[in-house]
């Protein structure tokens, strides 16, 4: 009886393990000719141990393609990325029990001062990794190509403008026909870097039409409020006449706003949000080596994106133990590199970083050190 | 079974030699007992240590501006309306369903089923909430739409409808998870009336509905009530499944059908937990402290109700 209770038992556990392994498994050829490049080998080679980061989801994606080009280059490292949200890796790594951090927001002042302690006197740093797109996607039958300018946007968003065929929106879609259907503004129900980038350009690019501050939770009253990226995906996919913000590369079934800039109308590509970044100002007050960016919500270059979403990998200038420094330092040279943009873009549709950026980068991680 | 009976049975009763058996089991047994009160401690212990910088904050500094007790005021009414919903819903439907395999469904029906009821209490809740949001939510939407045409004069549905994403659906969904509890817990107790009752009450000419109403309702009424009340606290702490289906946007209102509603303690806490640092912490935890007091509170009045009945 017993045995063969046993034996029940543990056929299913057998499956779910290989299954469990399989999928691991998957993740490897993606980034395995990514990281075959020199950069990749040359910076990465000789790192060995175990390397713990927490943090973004946003970056999920793109850290098992990171993960998966950096421990090709060198086996002997072990990365561990564990994606439970912007706030809660800021908090593991300034405890110490990560070794770095990913986050859609650079640290806070207070949070750079109490860095100080876990950095064994260095100072943490905020090292752009991620940038994308911020789809405004909508769900219109009929309607292909929508062109809105941002007023427009913070009204929608506000309930100010309740039909698809309101005179705002006609204003700037000429030759097209909008039905009368209602609008469904969708937003995140969870906190999230997305929506506060999404408000941050609202609040800045619309003069004054969207009130609310800025902030990872949705400010405004009304709309349907839904779980995740995937959530609102699903959200504006289920009930006609929905709009919403998602990250660009998971919002691809759906129809993408135009967003006006300048006097033309952008939309969301890689390319043209890695012309925003060009226009992108380092934030000021921060301490050597550190590369918060604010970005300019209202670009000059006319083909540039300005909803884009700016993620950082967060790490010391100094670490107690030498094979921290070491990993930390190759590993977050891998990312930055040509090969970890271009592994980031194919598996999570990212824009690459800039040239001039990278050297900057290049400097500030020359500054990581045993203390 | 084959223990020796003592010569002098009540007296020597204590005299009878424990074998290591009776030892290792009595001391399993009173260990498993205490570790339950241990857990639940402890899980009240680390409840309240972490909840307490949110209970003494200033109110300013809570999410929302207004103090703790503004902000849990609100989850507790959206989880007590989805709650009820979900009872008012699930608990005639599951007893139905318990009614009608225990005593009208031909026995090659009725045991099949059971088993595909049962077998609604092994679905994942999250496999739930995605069959709300993908399938279940936007089906619904012109029954809301109608609703909202038809009876829009009630608070309940006033509308407008937008999406299906609604109070009403997170407790349609809620009541068809709670369903296998109720019915499977219904069906022992009904199964468990006695025959001979039964059969009295169609000898004295009743019909089959009478003779449920007589004999196998009275006789199961408490064995309902703990199974109701069990639902209810699945469905109070109903966590992934609701934060996927509910569209909050806070408030209290009694308004069914529209996406603005209230949210509920265990969605609030899985929807905002991973962005959440330090007070923001501790104010969720004080919410999931609220929680597990009202949990307590309707198992307390179950008790009260099953005692009350069963005396009667």
Known sequence: MKRSTLAAAALPAAVVLTLGLSSCAANEPGGSDAGSTDTASSAATELTGTLNGAGASSQQAAQQAWIAGATDASPDLQVNYDPQGSGAGRTQFLSGAVQFAGSDAYLKDDELTQAQTRCEGGNAIDIPAYVSPIAIAYNLEGVDDLKLSPETIAQIFDGKITTWNDPAIAADNAGVSLPATAINPVHRADESGTTANFTDYLSKASNGAWTYEPGQEWPAPGGEAAQGTSGVVAAIGATAGSIGYADESQAQDLGHVQVKVGDGFVGPTAEAAAKALDEATPASGRPAGDIALDINRTPSASDAYPVILVSYLIGCTSYADAADAANVKGYFTYVTSEAGQEAAASAAGSAPLSESLRTQITTSLESIQTS | ?312
């Open chain 2, 1 to 312: 079974m084959s223990t020796t009976t003592p010569t002098r049975p009540p007296a020597a009763t204590n005299a009878v030699r424990q074998r290591p058996g009776d030892r290792i089991f009595k001391g399993v047994a009173t260990a498993s007992g205490l570790a339950i009160l241990v857990i639940l401690a402890g899980v009240a212990a680390f409840l309240l240590y972490q909840a307490y910088p949110a209970l003494v904050a200033p109110a300013a500094d809570i999410a929302g501006g207004e103090g703790f007790w503004k902000y849990t005021a609100e989850l507790v009414f959206g989880t007590a309306l989805s709650a009820a919903l979900a009872l008012v819903i699930g608990a005639p439907l599951g007893v139905g369903i318990a009614l009608f395999i225990t005593h009208y469904a031909p026995r090659k029906l009725a045991a099949p089923l059971g088993y595909v009821i049962d077998l609604l209490a092994a679905i994942p809740s999250i496999v739930y909430g995605l069959w709300g949001v993908f399938v279940f939510a936007p089906a619904l939407v012109p029954i809301y739409a109608w609703l909202a045409d038809n009876l829009g004069w009630l608070p309940l549905f006033a509308g407008p409808v937008s999406s299906g994403r609604t109070m009403l659906t997170a407790g349609l969904v809620l009541a068809v998870m709670i369903l296998p509890v109720i019915t499977a817990l219904s069906r022992e107790v009904f199964r468990q009336t006695p025959t001979l009752q039964q059969e009295a009450a169609l000898a004295l000419g009743a019909t089959r509905w009478e003779m449920v109403k007589y004999a196998v309702i009275p006789y199961g009424k408490s064995g309902v009530v703990a199974a109701s009340m069990l639902g209810l606290g699945r469905a109070l702490g109903e966590t992934m499944a609701v934060a996927a289906v509910l569209s909050v946007a806070g408030g209290v209102t009694f308004n069914l059908i529209s996406t603005q509603n209230p949210g509920t303690i265990a969605a609030n806490i899985a929807l905002q937990f991973p962005e959440s640092t330090g007070l923001g912490v501790n104010l969720l935890v004080a919410t999931g402290l609220v929680l597990f007091v009202i949990t307590f509170l309707v198992n307390f009045a179950a008790r009260a109700i099953v005692a009350r009945t069963s005396k009667g």
